[in-house]
């Protein structure tokens, strides 16, 4: 009989009282422009309050509990707010939270990165945005000047973007449809930084499966060429080795 008192004194307690941190969801929105990886950045607000006025950032925000089922569902919420894009290639990256991160209190923050076509995108300030504009990823990471802590989540989605690129066919999810195999591969040296060896390349690409012809397109020098889309856009292929930096792919 103790027992059981004790175990319905311990029910009928309130719960104790826990201070909620602001959950955000950021997006890092990959593209290529003029030859170079660049990334989508907003504006912040320059006006009394905001936290890192005037500074740029990763688009991103609340939960917004009413209309996020998930956490992804604000993901691409996000996402759709600043391109116009609906279902690009998406990735949980990771989460970030602390007390410092956010001047308005503890904030923990779930990440996701995604790929779009540049010529798809039609950019949106959105309610919370001065200006919207894309970014030379290289140069936003020796400048180190983002808002938050969003240096350090940009340098961590780049560097997964750069490493799953080595052995997937992530860099197909930055290329308009039809693409040529020629175009495919100044893609992978785009967001790699480096040459990729052609020998091999063309089998590598459609040994992998994850391309279906399109009919014939204009190619280099505007002679037509061969075109291809991406079979599932759900997820990359995957490759059994990586690429090498210089000879034998």
Request: contains cysteine.
């Amino acid at each position: 009989m103790a027992n059981t008192k004790s175990s319905a004194g311990r029910r009928a307690r309130a719960p104790r009282e826990f201070s909620q941190p602001h959950t955000t969801v950021d997006v890092v929105i990959f593209s290529v422009l003029d030859n170079a990886l660049q990334v989508l950045l907003v504006q912040r607000p320059d006006e009394p309050g905001e936290p890192f006025p005037g500074r740029w950032a990763l688009p991103g925000g609340f939960v917004d509990v009413v209309v996020d089922r998930t956490l992804e569902e604000c993901a691409r919420r996000k996402l759709y707010d600043k391109t116009g894009v609906a279902s690009p290639y998406l990735e949980q990256l990771g989460s970030w939270g602390s007390a410092v991160r956010d001047p308005r209190g503890w904030s923990a923050t779930h990440v996701w990165f995604a790929l779009i076509a540049a010529q798809d995108v039609t950019l949106a300030k959105g309610a919370n945005a001065a200006e919207v504009a894309w970014f030379a990823v290289d140069a936003v990471i020796a400048a180190q000047g983002l808002a938050f802590d969003h240096d350090v989540i940009l340098q961590a989605a780049v560097e997964r973007l750069r490493s799953k690129v080595e052995y997937t066919s992530l860099p197909a999810f930055l290329l308009p449809e039809p693409f040529t195999l020629p175009q495919l591969q100044r893609m992978y040296e785009i967001v790699l930084g480096r040459p990729v060896d052609k020998s091999g390349f063309r089998t590598r690409m459609l040994a992998a499966g994850f391309l279906k012809e399109a009919g014939y397109v204009a190619g280099e020098s505007n002679r037509p060429a061969l075109g291809y889309s991406i079979v599932d856009r759900s997820a990359p292929a995957v490759f059994p080795r990586t690429f090498s930096p210089r000879g034998g792919d």
